[in-house]
């Protein structure tokens, strides 16, 4: 079934359209895929700094403290501006390029928004 949408409840892929809501064979949840939509949506990654104001992608960030990178002989120093970042879905959230150090994840904790 090309068609058929993944039960929320069990993840389930036997499932079957029964007119106005989905239903899945192994264990009988009923669904309107519409409204499992607009919760996935609602449910978006949220990322807050060190001060808890939410941060999205493209924002500009400051470091707050001087982060040890590994195979590097020097950190990066608290005050170090990085713009243009990503949110990623993890352990180091934030995805970005810091000028001498290049593409690098770090941890939304460390971080204040610029």
């Known amino acids: 079934m090309p068609d058929s949408k993944p039960c929320p409840a069990c993840h389930s892929t036997v499932t079957y359209d029964s007119g106005l809501l989905w239903v899945c064979a192994e264990c009988g ?25 939410v941060l999205q992608d493209g924002d500009s960030i400051i470091v707050l403290k001087d982060l040890p990178v590994k195979g590097m002989p020097k950190p990066v120093k608290a005050g170090t501006k990085v713009k243009n970042i990503r949110l990623t879905d993890g352990d180091h ?3 970005c390029k810091i000028e001498g150090f290049g593409a690098m994840g770090l941890k939304s904790e460390f971080v204040r928004k610029a």
């Open 93 to 95: 959230n934030i995805d």
């Open 29 to 53: 949840e009923e669904w309107d895929p519409q409204q499992v939509a607009d919760a996935d949506a609602d449910a978006m990654l949220v990322v807050k700094d060190a001060n808890g104001n």
